[in-house]
C-alpha cells in the first residue's frame, strides 16, 4: 500500500572538485567531508553518494566516484527513482561555477545560465553541467513530491571575469570544453505557482520550478565572489566559507532549522567575519533544512552579530526599529524547551537588551541587567515595538475591563485613546454583539475573521489588531531623506497594459493579469532589492522566491548591466470575489547594504493563531551611511 511509507527516508549527494585540469582548488573536497560527517552524526539512518576529485592535476579517487556530468546526473536520477513522495534529498556542491550564454526560453537574458564546473570522463577537462540541465533533473524530483535542498559553494554568476583570484571558485566559459549533454527537455517550467492558494499576486520564476518543493543556498549573489581561503581553525586547514560556517550551524543546532532562520544565521557569521560575500536563499525557506522542521521561534526575531566591541542586529530603521525597543537574547538552539507561550524567557541563558542607537539597516545593543554568556550567533526577539504606538487604539468604550483591554494593547506595544479629542488609528465598536474594527475615518475594515463577542475574547481581538498595525507599519516605511546620488541611481517601475508607472501611481488591471517590475541601476555600487505584496487578507508575502536580487553597478565589467523584468501575476482570491476586486500593494525595497526584510512578513488574518508570528517571545559598511528607500506600487485587481 502506497500509505505504508511513512518514515520518510534521507539521501545525500555531496560533490567536492579540486582537481581541476587547471585552476584546481584545495578546500572543495574537505568541505563536503564535514558535511558527510554532519550528516552521519545527525541522522540513524542516510543514504549518501559522494563524488570528489581530490589531488592536483588527476584524481585520486576511482572513477566511478570523479564528479563527472555522467555520474552525478546518474546519481541524482538514481536518487530520484529509488526516494519515495516525501523523503528528503540534500545536494551539497563545493567547485567552481561559471555562466553560459541564455540558450533556453526561459534563460535569464542578463544574466546568463548557471552552470557547475564539473570534469569530462577521463578527467582531463572541465565540462559544465548548464543550468536548464540541473533545472530538469531537480524538475523530476519535485514532481514526485521529493523536499530538495541544494547547496552551491561556488560563483553564482560572471562577475568574477574581472578578477583573477585563485581562491575564487569561478571558471570563465573559455576555459570550459564544449556541451556534451542536451539542456532541458520541453517541461512548462513557467508555471506561474504560488506559495499558498489564497495568494494574489505571485512570482513567476524564470528559473527553476514550483518553490514550495525546494531550496537552493547559494554563496553569493550574482556580482560577488565565492571565497575559498577560509581558516577554521589552529591547523590552517581552509574550507569553502559558506560550507564552514553551514557545516558549524547544522552540527550546533541540528537539522531541523527553518531555510529562512539558517540563512540568517549565516548572513551574521559573514558580517561579523568581514567576509565579503552574501549568501542567497531561493525558493522555500520554511522549509526544514534537512528534515522535519523544529518548533520555531518568532518569526520577527533577527540575529545579534558583534562589531567593534559592541552587539548589533542585523536590522534598523529601514525594519521599523527605534531607539529603546527591547529585545530577548538568547541561543540559536533547539526550542524544546521553550513553552508555547515564551514563559521562560527570563530563564538560565537569556538575557534582555534595548536599542541605544539605530542606524538605516542595522542598530547598536545595549544588555541590561547582568549579562548572560552571550556568543556567536545567538539571536533577538522583540519585546517590544515603539513604531506601532503611531496606531492608537480606541476599545469599545460601552465595555467594562478597560484595564483589561489597556494592558492587552500595551503588552503588544499599541497605544490606547480613550479621549474624544485624540484621533484612533483603528477604533473597536460592537454592533449587534460582533466586534468590528474601523479605521480612522470611522469606516469598517473588511476581510477580516468574524468576531461574535460570545466567542472571543479581549487577546484575540487585540490580536488582530496588532496584525493590522504592523501591516500599516509595513504600508508607511519609508525614507523621507534618501542621498542624491542614492535616488538618482534607481529607476524601478512597473508595466501594466502597455504603461510604465512609477511609486506611488495607482495601477488597475484584470483578474489573471501579468505586470512586470522593472529594475534599473545607473549607480557606482550595487543595490539589493527585497519584493513583496502586502495584500488585500492583510497578509505580506515575499514574492521574490529569493532572499533578494542584487542589481550590479553601472560599471561592472561584465556582461549584464541590469536584472531581466520580473512577472507578478495579480488573481482576486477565491475569498473574496465577491467584492468583484481588491487591493494590493507591491512594496519594494532597495538597499545599498545587505539585508533581510522578513521581520515584517505576516499570514493571512485567517491564519492567525495557526502560526507563531505574533508571539511576542516564543562588504563591511559605515553603518551610518547606508542607503535605502521603501516604494510602494498600488495596483487594483478587478475580476
Keep these: 500500500m502506497d500509505d505504508q511509507h511513512t518514515i520518510p527516508t534521507h539521501y545525500?549527494?555531496?560533490i567536492g572538485i579540486n582537481a581541476y585540469p587547471s585552476s584546481p582548488l584545495e578546500s572543495c573536497v574537505r568541505d563536503v567531508q564535514k558535511i558527510k560527517e554532519c550528516l552521519e552524526s545527525k541522522l540513524p539512518r542516510v543514504d549518501i553518494r559522494t563524488l570528489t576529485a581530490s589531488g592536483g592535476d588527476t584524481p585520486l579517487e576511482h572513477p566511478e566516484s570523479w564528479p563527472t556530468c555522467h555520474n552525478i546526473t546518474s546519481a541524482l536520477e538514481l536518487v530520484t527513482s529509488r526516494a519515495q513522495p516525501g523523503?528528503?534529498?540534500?545536494i551539497h556542491y563545493s567547485g567552481h561555477g561559471t555562466r553560459l550564454d541564455p540558450c533556453y526560453e526561459l534563460s535569464n537574458q542578463s544574466t546568463g545560465d548557471l552552470a557547475l564546473v564539473l570534469l569530462d570522463e577521463d578527467s582531463s577537462r572541465a565540462r559544465p553541467l548548464p543550468g536548464p540541465r540541473l533545472a530538469g533533473l531537480l524538475k523530476s524530483m519535485v514532481d514526485k513530491a521529493l523536499v530538495i535542498t541544494l547547496v552551491l559553494d561556488c560563483c553564482f554568476s560572471a562577475s568574477v571575469y574581472r578578477n583573477g583570484d585563485s581562491n575564487v571558485r569561478y571558471l570563465s566559459c573559455g576555459r570550459i570544453g564544449a556541451l556534451t549533454y542536451p539542456l532541458i527537455p520541453e517541461y512548462d517550467l513557467a508555471d506561474g505557482n504560488t506559495r499558498s492558494t489564497s495568494r494574489d499576486a505571485s512570482m513567476r520564476d524564470n528559473w527553476l520550478l514550483d518553490p514550495n518543493r525546494y531550496s537552493i543556498?547559494?554563496?553569493?549573489?550574482?556580482?560577488?565572489?565565492?571565497?575559498?581561503?577560509?581558516?577554521?581553525?589552529?591547523?590552517?586547514?581552509r574550507y569553502g566559507a559558506l560550507s564552514y560556517f553551514l557545516f558549524k550551524a547544522l552540527s550546533d543546532y541540528g537539522l531541523g532549522r527553518r531555510h529562512k532562520d539558517i540563512h540568517r544565521h549565516l548572513c551574521a557569521r559573514f558580517w561579523e567575519s568581514c567576509q565579503v560575500q552574501h549568501p542567497v536563499l531561493f525558493g522555500n525557506e520554511d522549509q526544514a533544512f534537512f528534515g522535519r522542521v523544529?518548533?520555531?521561534r518568532n518569526a520577527r526575531s533577527t540575529y545579534v552579530f558583534e562589531r567593534d566591541g559592541s552587539l548589533r542586529l542585523l536590522a534598523g530603521l529601514a525594519h521599523g526599529l527605534r531607539d529603546g525597543d527591547r529585545f530577548v537574547l538568547s541561543p540559536f538552539g533547539p526550542t524544546s524547551d521553550r513553552d508555547a507561550e515564551g514563559s521562560d524567557r527570563d530563564a538560565e541563558g537569556r538575557s534582555i537588551a534595548k536599542i541605544?542607537?539605530?542606524?538605516?539597516l542595522k542598530s547598536e545593543l545595549e544588555l541590561l541587567g547582568t549579562p548572560h554568556n552571550l556568543k556567536q550567533g545567538w539571536i533577538a526577539e522583540p519585546l517590544t515595538c515603539s513604531y506601532l504606538s503611531n496606531f492608537p487604539i480606541r476599545p469599545p468604550p460601552e465595555l467594562s475591563h478597560q484595564y483589561e483591554w489597556r494592558a492587552a494593547l500595551e503588552e503588544r506595544s499599541l497605544g490606547i485613546c480613550i479621549d474624544n479629542e485624540q484621533t484612533p488609528a483603528l477604533q473597536v465598536v460592537l454592533s449587534n454583539n460582533i466586534y468590528e474594527i474601523l479605521d480612522e475615518y470611522g469606516r469598517k475594515i473588511?476581510?477580516?475573521p468574524a468576531m461574535p463577542r460570545d466567542q472571543t475574547d479581549i487577546s484575540r481581538v487585540c490580536n488582530i489588531l496588532e496584525h493590522l498595525a504592523r501591516f500599516r507599519m509595513a504600508k508607511d516605511i519609508t525614507n523621507e531623506m534618501p542621498t542624491a546620488a542614492f535616488t538618482k541611481s534607481l529607476d524601478i517601475r512597473i508595466r501594466a497594459n502597455g504603461k510604465a508607472f512609477g511609486p506611488g501611481e495607482q495601477i488597475e488591471v484584470r483578474h489573471g493579469s501579468i505586470v512586470e517590475l522593472v529594475m534599473k541601476n545607473a549607480g557606482e555600487i550595487a543595490l539589493y532589492v527585497h519584493v513583496y505584496n502586502l495584500g488585500p487578507l492583510w497578509q505580506i508575502k515575499g514574492i521574490l522566491h529569493a532572499s533578494y536580487e542584487a542589481i550590479p553597478e553601472r560599471n561592472n565589467d561584465l556582461r549584464f548591466?541590469?536584472?531581466?523584468?520580473?512577472?507578478?501575476?495579480?488573481?482576486?482570491?477565491?475569498a473574496i470575489s465577491g467584492y468583484g476586486s481588491c487591493e494590493d500593494v507591491i512594496k519594494v525595497f532597495v538597499t545599498s547594504q545587505l539585508t533581510s526584510f522578513g521581520s515584517l512578513e505576516l499570514?493571512?488574518?485567517d491564519e492567525l493563531g495557526k502560526t507563531n508570528v505574533g508571539d511576542r517571545v516564543s562588504r563591511p559598511s559605515n553603518d551610518e551611511s547606508d542607503d535605502w528607500m521603501a516604494l510602494n506600487f498600488p495596483i487594483r485587481t478587478l475580476l
Design 217 to 237: 543556498l547559494a554563496a553569493c549573489g550574482p556580482h560577488e565572489n565565492a571565497k575559498v581561503g577560509f581558516e577554521a581553525n589552529e591547523k590552517g586547514e
Design 12 to 14: 545525500a549527494i555531496l
Design 561 to 574: 548591466t541590469g536584472v531581466s523584468p520580473k512577472k507578478i501575476k495579480m488573481t482576486v482570491p477565491p
Design 294 to 296: 523544529d518548533p520555531y
Design 87 to 90: 523523503d528528503f534529498i540534500y
Design 446 to 448: 473588511i476581510n477580516l
Design 603 to 605: 499570514p493571512n488574518l
Design 356 to 360: 541605544t542607537r539605530t542606524w538605516p
